[in-house]
């Protein structure tokens, strides 16, 4: 599940002495420069463009799009319309959350994927924006027609529910991680037997780092960092301060209490970041079933959109794998020039929170296991592959 075509791969070479990882090697092939394909576009293109060019997060990726152009033209979104793009995002993150624990995580303990997991997230998740903006212009700069389709809005997540229960979650949807021990125990799902095994290998704090959390940032020092990057050293390899961080959801979720209690104990290691993961999924399904009234309050027609002028603009926004921020630069309406930092590249640069969780680890009997460990929970937007020498 973790393979995706047409945009790149990471490499990840490890070198083992006395037993110990002693060296991690790591070549990001992920292709940085496609937003370029909008550049010479009319403003109002580009967030349509941007979403189509990515198979993964492509929901993100659209409503970062859109949101930049927005304040580059100097024409913000209503309430309503921000609304019904958080519920998108929402979506989107429990769609691939619920996806790398249905699919990926069985995978690494050698049992066969919920397949009927996943077909039932993309069913219910993939077009979300069809019940909401019918006529499929959510992307439209200022905002589209809102007619959210509450029955359809119910029942999709209803379906959802149910499969991330028998699934994931065991019978227990309202997983908080305070029992992750009981709940692990009980093996009802892989992602339980994934903890579990954690635990009776004592693998819990596997892959912890002195990598922190990447903390809010300045749009103005970001965007001023963003538009002095000609070369795209810091898009590739970006760092804050002379800092490394990372992001992800146990970047968001660490000082909730169970994730807080985990990493007090045993570090932010790969029990933190799956159960960051799990903590994150089931509160995104809770928001989303909260929501789906109040969105209905929105209904109406779209926005007059204001025209584009010069101008440039930044959104960041949190999505399923870490911190997106996308930065427009418009010119007589008119994109000039168009940049992407995703957060696989803070997450998988030479010296980040991969390259520091997997040194000195001891390798075990089989080392590329605990190493897929790690690479699973950081989770990155494109296919990798692992050699062990």
């Known amino acids: 599940m973790s393979g995706w075509s047409g945009e790149g791969s990471i490499d990840i070479d490890l070198v083992l002495a006395a037993g110990k990882i002693a060296g991690v090697r790591i070549v990001n092939r992920r292709v940085l420069g496609g937003a370029a394909v909008v550049v010479g576009r009319r403003a109002e293109e580009g967030p349509g463009l941007i979403s189509r060019l990515f198979s993964v997060c492509r929901m993100a990726q659209g409503v970062a799009s859109v949101r930049a152009v927005e304040q580059a033209g100097r024409a913000p979104a209503a309430a309503g ?180 209690a985990i990493i007090a104990e045993y570090g932010p290691g790969v029990l933190a970041h799956l159960t960051a993961r799990l903590v994150e999924l089931a509160a995104c399904l809770r928001e989303m079933r909260d929501s789906c009234g109040s969105l209905c309050d929105h209904d109406g027609a779209p926005a007059a959109a204001a025209a584009a002028a010069d101008g440039c603009g930044l959104a960041a926004i949190e999505a399923a794998r870490g911190r997106l921020v996308h930065r427009v630069e418009l010119r007589e309406g008119t994109v000039a020039q168009y940049q992407i930092l995703a957060p696989t590249e803070w997450n998988f640069r030479s010296d980040g929170a991969l390259a520091r969780g997997l040194a000195g680890q001891p390798g075990g009997d089989d080392p590329a296991w605990r190493a897929r460990l790690l690479v699973t929970a950081l989770d990155p937007c494109v296919a990798y592959s692992l050699r062990v020498a």
């Not at 924006?129 to 029955?151: C, K, M, N, S």
């Not at 903890?195 to 903390?215: H, K």
């Open 81 to 260: 319309q921000e609304a019904a793009r958080r519920m998108l995002l929402l979506g989107e993150m429990v769609l691939e959350h619920g996806s790398r624990a249905a699919f990926d995580w069985p995978i690494l303990l050698g049992e066969p994927p919920a397949i009927g997991a996943v077909k039932a997230l993309r069913g219910a998740l993939t077009d979300l924006h069809r019940v909401i903006y019918p006529e499929g212009d959510w992307l439209r700069p200022g905002g589209g027609r809102l007619a959210p389709d509450l029955a359809g809005l119910t029942e999709r997540l209803a379906a959802v529910a149910e499969a991330l229960g028998l699934w994931v979650f065991g019978g227990e949807p309202d997983f908080d991680g305070r029992e992750w021990k009981r709940w692990a125990g009980r093996g009802r799902t892989a992602a339980a037997r994934l903890l579990a095994r954690l635990a009776a290998e004592e693998l819990e704090g596997y892959g912890a780092s002195e990598v922190t959390p990447l903390p809010e940032l300045s749009e103005e020092a970001l965007g001023a960092r963003m538009a002095a990057d000609r070369s795209g050293s810091f898009l590739a390899s970006p760092d804050w301060g002379g800092l490394v961080h990372q992001t992800g959801p146990l970047a968001r979720q660490s000082t909730r209490p169970a994730v807080a």
